[in-house]
């Protein structure tokens, strides 16, 4: 990032939802903030990074090799949209909202600067439903909306009344970290009671709010599947509000011996418990996206995913995975079975993951089609 200070030089300002957190949106997030770094050095711009949710001051993004300045706020709405209005003026050109919420301050710093071009990125769920009318009427004032999935595209459009030529699909792409990992992963950690055998693979946060993830209907299924499959084990790798909830279901469904619980991993172990894992399942109805089955794919391993929100995006049934009709416990049982017994069928859909995600997920890919869309709103050698 450039200072301030270095007059001159046009400016894209960043708003960002997070950029220290875990979760899918902070990922995406902390992507994109790479991608805008590297475009804005490449075309002489300078850069200013703000972030609602992370700690106040002075922060560095530190991402694969890359140290990026940013200031955080600590939650504090006030402070953040002062921080966003002081940078309006002067060389700012461009304005990117990581987040439909955040497409306030920067229709009030397009209010202040006419000239100013904004974006709005909606991620999924987010932008499904009609926005709050005040929200609503600062994310249409955005120039140009960009969204991960198709899906989603179609929603922002219809359910927001945005022009649909003005919303872009830009999907996510996977971190140049993973693919380093995947390849070497006999070199990778595993947590300390990851379960020898058959393993079902779930990243997923566990939160009250996000129980559309369809975790607990896995924790079902291999309740059902275990008498058949044997030495069957389920690995659910992720924490929330909503953990105990599923720890409780497991021990009620008489399988806390096979379904094991994993919170706070370092990326490595994550990693560890992808290359380990047999199949990789999130039933999920909610998902935007779905950067975990990007991840899974790196490590060559199939998917099962519901047939809805933006999961069909990044899922090709029958090529690199299965999918099944939202809420269709039968059907989603059948497709572990299928998968779950048949090796050759895991290899073959794994290995067309792992070719679809180097071809189509790559950062580089991400970041040409981000500094196109940034071409559109003026930005310039």
């Not at 030089?9 to 902390?30: D, K, M, T």
């Not at 929603?155 to 070497?184: D, G, K, N, Y």
């Not at 509000?241 to 806390?256: K, N, P, T, Y």
Request: charged share 20%.
């Amino acid at each position: 990032m450039t200072a301030e200070g270095q007059h001159g030089a046009s400016r894209i300002v960043a708003l960002f939802p997070e950029l220290l957190g875990v979760g899918g949106i902070q990922e995406a997030g902390r992507l994109t903030a790479v991608a805008l770094n590297e475009i804005a050095a490449k075309r002489g711009w300078s850069t200013e990074f703000l972030a609602l949710n992370d700690d106040a001051g002075r922060q560095d993004l530190r991402y694969d090799q890359t140290v990026i300045p940013f200031r955080g706020f600590n939650r504090s709405k006030l402070g953040f949209m002062r921080g966003a209005l002081r940078l309006a003026g002067g060389d700012t050109r461009i304005v990117l909202a990581a987040h439909p919420h955040l497409a306030i301050p920067a229709a009030q710093m397009k209010l202040m600067n006419p000239r100013l071009k904004m974006l709005t990125i909606s991620h999924g769920i987010d932008a499904w439903d009609p926005l709050p009318w005040f929200r609503r009427v600062a994310f249409r004032k955005s120039d140009f909306f960009l969204a991960p999935s198709q899906y989603t595209v179609e929603r922002v459009a219809e359910t927001q009344s945005v022009p649909r030529a003005r919303v872009h699909r830009l999907a996510w792409p996977l971190s140049p970290e993973i693919f380093r990992m995947a390849a070497q992963t006999g070199k990778l950690p595993v947590p300390a009671r990851f379960p020898y055998g058959l393993v079902v693979l779930a990243v997923a946060r566990l939160v009250r709010s996000e129980n559309y993830k369809g975790v607990d209907k896995l924790i079902e299924a291999i309740a059902l599947l275990r008498q058949r499959i044997h030495n069957l084990h389920l690995v659910i790798v992720g924490g929330g509000d909503d953990l105990a909830r599923h720890i409780r279901l497991a021990s009620d469904s008489g399988v806390s011996d096979c379904v094991h619980f994993f919170d706070k991993l370092t990326r490595a172990e994550i990693a560890g418990c992808y290359s380990r894992a047999a199949v990789f399942a999130l039933p999920s109805t909610g998902e935007g996206f779905g950067l975990v089955f990007l991840e899974a794919m790196a490590f060559g391993k199939p998917l099962i995913g519901a047939a809805a929100g933006g999961v069909p995006d990044v899922i090709e049934d029958g090529t690199n995975g299965f999918l099944v009709l939202p809420g269709d416990f039968d059907q989603l049982c059948q497709a572990l079975t299928v998968m779950l017994t048949n090796q050759e069928l895991r290899a073959e859909l794994g290995a067309k993951g792992a070719e679809l995600v180097r071809t189509k997920y790559r950062f580089d890919r991400f970041s040409t089609e981000l500094e196109s869309i940034l071409c559109d709103c003026g930005l310039e050698t």
